[in-house]
């Protein structure tokens, strides 16, 4: 099965903390790519990331940092010293082949972060 | 740059009523797809197109029909509402000239079906 698992359904933090959100994928195909988008209150959804399945270095990105390991299929993204504004709904997607040779994308169910001043 | 267009933003319909959500994008891009968003479970792919004339069955398709005449425009429509398709729709579109090329979203058209 081709699956994305967001087990945190929704994670509350005081401004300034660090809180990770949590991404486990499953797939069978050896070349895959994993994204994270955001979803502010606002409704539209932002790409924030990718990573394929190559590439196993963390990246990191001003107080955005993830962390993807294919021994445990997880791509966990670590937010630092969080913000009000990071307040959001985070989905993480697979993005897998099929049959016909094209692509489909498999997202999480997302999870809340509010961040609280 | 418009990007990813999607109209209405809001609509309300009465069960059995039809209507077509539009979704336009002015990057060129060949691959566009409809998304809808329900509470707990994320985002579930309907249809998708991976260029003008070529159109395919995602996740939950029932009840919905596309078509894409242009690579511009993929509209999704529902013939005859139900409550059950009372959600959030989101059209994304990508390019498929790169490999690792992310989805681009509209900012979502909101439906509810009385």
Same mark, same amino acid.
């Given at each position: 099965?081709?699956?994305?698992?967001?087990?945190?359904?929704?994670?509350?933090?005081?401004? *300034?903390?660090?809180?990770?959100?949590?991404?486990?994928?499953?797939?069978?195909?050896?070349?895959?790519?994993?994204?994270?988008? *955001?979803?502010?209150?606002?409704?539209?959804?932002?790409?924030?990331?990718?990573?394929?399945?190559?590439?196993?270095?963390?990246?990191?990105?001003?107080?955005?940092?993830?962390?993807?390991?294919?021994?445990?299929?997880?791509?966990?993204?670590?937010?630092?010293?969080?913000?009000?504004?990071?307040?959001?709904?985070?989905?993480?997607?697979?993005? *897998?082949?099929?049959?016909?040779?094209?692509?489909?994308?498999?997202?999480?169910?997302?999870?809340?972060? *509010?961040?609280?001043? | 740059?418009?990007?990813?267009?999607?109209?209405?933003?809001?609509?309300?319909?009465?069960?059995?009523?039809?209507? $077509?959500?539009?979704?336009?994008?002015?990057?060129?891009?060949?691959?566009?797809?409809?998304?809808?968003?329900?509470?707990?479970?994320?985002?579930?792919?309907?249809? @998708?197109?991976?260029?003008?004339?070529?159109?395919?069955?995602?996740?939950?398709?029932?009840? @919905?029909?596309?078509?894409?005449? $242009?690579?511009?425009?993929?509209?999704?429509?529902?013939?005859?509402?139900?409550?059950?398709?009372?959600?959030?729709?989101?059209?994304?579109?990508?390019?498929?000239?790169? @490999?690792?090329?992310?989805?681009?979203?509209?900012?979502?058209?909101?439906?509810?079906?009385?």
């Amino acid at each position: 099965a081709q699956k994305v698992t967001q087990a945190q359904t929704e994670i509350s933090v005081v401004e *300034k903390e660090d809180v990770t959100l949590d991404c486990v994928y499953e797939t069978r195909d050896t070349t895959y790519y994993l994204f994270w988008y *955001k979803q502010p209150p606002s409704g539209e959804l932002v790409f924030l990331i990718r990573r394929n399945s190559f590439d196993e270095q963390n990246e990191i990105s001003g107080r955005y940092s993830w962390n993807f390991q294919k021994s445990t299929s997880s791509f966990n993204f670590t937010i630092t010293a969080s913000q009000v504004v990071d307040s959001a709904v985070y989905f993480c997607a697979l993005r *897998k082949g099929t049959t016909s040779g094209t692509y489909k994308y498999i997202f999480g169910t997302g999870t809340r972060l *509010k961040v609280l001043a | 740059n418009a990007g990813v267009t999607q109209t209405p933003k809001f609509q309300v319909l009465k069960t059995g009523q039809s209507m $077509t959500l539009q979704c336009a994008q002015d990057m060129n891009h060949e691959y566009m797809s409809w998304y809808r968003q329900d509470p707990g479970m994320g985002l579930r792919l309907i249809h @998708y197109s991976v260029g003008a004339g070529i159109t395919d069955q995602g996740e939950v398709p029932n009840g @919905y029909n596309v078509s894409r005449s $242009t690579t511009e425009d993929f509209p999704l429509r529902l013939l005859s509402a139900a409550p059950s398709q009372t959600s959030v729709y989101f059209c994304a579109s990508r390019t498929q000239s790169s @490999y690792n090329s992310p989805l681009h979203f509209g900012n979502g058209t909101r439906l509810t079906v009385t």
